[in-house]
């Protein structure tokens, strides 16, 4: 049987020393049922998995893999990621400018968070493209990476994290990392996806330019 596992990387607090116990058990068993999510979606697609079948291939009850994940699309598009690089960007020097700041921690992210597991990050974006609930499900879930995001812009410019205008250019970064992934999916995965990202980047920086 080919499985497709969604170890952890680098980048992955699974492995942090400063967390405890109880804590690395929760991320592990996140971890788990992503896996088993991923290989039987991969075996017989996401519509034909079930909740009793991921809890059965991730050695878990139903009810534990609810307690993880309120739905299957969230299995799908959570992940651990988001704390991390609120971290990330927080550790970088304060008078380094915002879109070099955000520039590093995005290609950081890509090259533990995807590049470790490239299969993985190729199914669920794919996902996201070829199945409306998963897409809806990710849509409704960028207003909390935004609100964190808004914290660490906040932090950085002296700003008030509510203000409008904190709030429009942190869901637009959202918003563009979310349209890239797609873009990504919907073209085949042919193109690097760093390098979209940076494009990405650009667009928010610079606008549409000539």
């Known amino acids: ?5 969604a170890a952890p990387s680098p980048f992955s607090p699974a492995d942090r020393p400063q967390l405890g116990l109880r804590e690395r058990k929760k991320i592990k ?10 290989a039987l979606v991969k075996e017989q697609g996401y519509d034909a998995t079930t909740i009793e ?7 878990v009850s139903p009810s534990t893999v609810f307690r993880y994940f309120p739905t299957k699309e969230d299995i799908v598009i959570t992940d651990e990621f988001d704390p991390i690089i609120m971290e990330e960007l927080r550790a970088r020097p304060a008078d ?3 879109m070099v700041t955000l520039r590093h921690v995005m ?12 299969e993985t990050s190729r ?48 869901m637009s970064l959202v918003g563009g ?4 992934s797609l873009y990504w ?16 980047m650009d667009v928010l920086e610079h606008g549409l330019s000539e």
């Open 29 to 38: 068993t996140r971890e788990a049922i992503r896996t088993a999510t991923y």
């Open 185 to 200: 999916a919907e073209n085949g995965h042919r193109e690097d996806f760093s390098g979209l990202v940076d494009r990405t």
């Open 123 to 170: 199914l669920r974006t794919h996902l996201m493209v070829q199945v409306p609930a998963v897409r809806s499900r990710m849509m409704e879930s960028m207003s909390v990476t935004g609100n964190m995001l808004c914290e660490a812009i906040a932090e950085r410019t002296g700003r008030d994290p509510e203000s409008l205008e904190v709030r429009v250019y942190a």
């Open 1 to 5: 049987m080919n499985t497709m596992t």
């Open 53 to 59: 079948q991921i809890a059965e291939r991730a050695e």
């Open 107 to 118: 290609q950081k992210a890509i090259k533990y968070g995807m590049k470790e597991d490239e």
């Open 96 to 98: 380094e400018p915002w």
């Open 177 to 180: 990392l979310l349209e890239t």
